[in-house]
């Protein structure tokens, strides 16, 4: 799913997540043939199947078969990829792959590719449980919506009431209300997790705090072998003793997020941004600096100095980028810039002690 710059309601990812049809198809590697056309790579599996594969899919299977193809892919012709994945797949007689399939009102796709001992945590099992603890606390909580993406599904919790206000260096009065991301993945990329966040009532920027996860599970997604050789999953891959106790997990990490007293803390790392400043004459080279150091390409670099507004404090610079990633097509990258402001105003003084002689020089 493409995504378009909004998030969805919750009732619509619901209904997305509830509706979406996943099909697990196992199969011997050297019965698996990647084809290609000018836009798609697909996936012949015993002539039975032919589907399409995304680039997360793409990826895993690249990285099963030989570290390194997937930068390699990117570098050679299409034609010689796909020779070379081909002739590693029938290397590879000996394993069993796992195809993870959805469809959504689209054509079926293969979205990843799994060892046969991959145990799915699909969204469809445990978000009802996720959305019903948060309804409990519905008076303080409210969901801002979300979105499913090829690697992760995300939904943004938001408490009702402003936590506390912040005075910039405009003299604008910004009203902060604390939240959560919860974020799942069924295509072995991380955990369940919620992590904190706040938004920034004058403008809507979420601000993410990756390193503050306030409760995550750890399942372990791999459980017994799979019998069948070859064809559609059928047997029951979640066991109904496993299902409760991973449902429980999930019901005791979403309470302790609603019920989560972190905002001093929060709050405090937000007063203390606006109080670490870059003061020097070539401010312009500590600040891409700060960015480099938490991820920004060179592009995102140029785009967020523009956003700046003459603010070189910790606050702004946090406040730039996650301006900017309102803007970003991919809702994944999005997230991950709301992360980089959060370890903007939460990097350590002695580092940010170091970046700002950078400035003085």
Request: net charge neutral; charged share 25%.
């Amino acid at each position: 799913m493409k995504y378009n710059g909004k998030e969805m309601d919750l009732g619509n990812l619901f209904e997305n997540v509830m509706k979406s049809k996943r099909e697990d198809i196992v199969s011997p590697a050297n019965r698996i043939v990647m084809t290609a056309n000018d836009n798609d790579f697909n996936l012949n599996i015993d002539n039975r199947w032919n589907l399409p594969i995304n680039n997360w899919g793409r990826t895993q299977l690249d990285n099963r078969l030989a570290a390194g193809l997937h930068t390699f892919s990117k570098e050679i012709p299409k034609d010689l990829y796909v020779h070379n994945v081909n002739r590693l797949l029938v290397e590879e007689k000996d394993e069993k792959f796992v195809l993870r399939t959805l469809s959504n009102g689209d054509k079926q796709h293969v979205r990843a590719v799994v060892s046969d001992q991959f145990m799915p945590i699909d969204n469809n099992i445990i978000l009802p449980d996720v959305i019903d603890i948060f309804g409990k606390y519905k008076n303080r909580w409210q969901a801002i919506g979300g979105f499913p993406t090829d690697v992760r599904t995300y939904v943004k919790f938001v408490e009702r009431e402003p936590a506390f206000t912040l005075t910039d260096i405009n003299g604008n009065k910004r009203e902060y209300r604390m939240g959560v991301m919860w974020r799942n993945s069924e295509v072995g990329s991380g955990y369940m997790e919620y992590t904190a966040m706040v938004i920034d009532g004058f403008c809507n920027n979420g601000v993410m705090f990756g390193k503050f996860v306030i409760a995550e599970c750890k399942f372990m997604h791999k459980g017994s072998r799979i019998n069948t050789d070859l064809g559609v999953i059928m047997e029951e891959r979640v066991q109904a003793i496993k299902l409760a106790e991973i449902k429980g997990l999930v019901c005791e990490a979403s309470k302790i997020a609603a019920e989560g007293m972190y905002g001093p803390q929060i709050k405090e790392i937000m007063e203390q941004s606006l109080l670490m400043k870059f003061e020097g004459k070539d401010k312009a080279k500590a600040v891409e600096a700060v960015f480099r150091k938490v991820g920004l390409n060179d592009s995102e670099t140029e785009n967020v100095k523009m956003q700046l507004g003459g603010d070189f404090s910790a606050f702004g610079l946090q406040a730039a980028v996650t301006k900017y990633a309102q803007s970003v097509d991919n809702y994944d990258r999005r997230v991950q810039l709301e992360e980089a402001g959060g370890n903007i105003v939460s990097m350590p003084s002695n580092v940010w002690k170091s970046i700002a002689a950078l400035s003085e020089n």
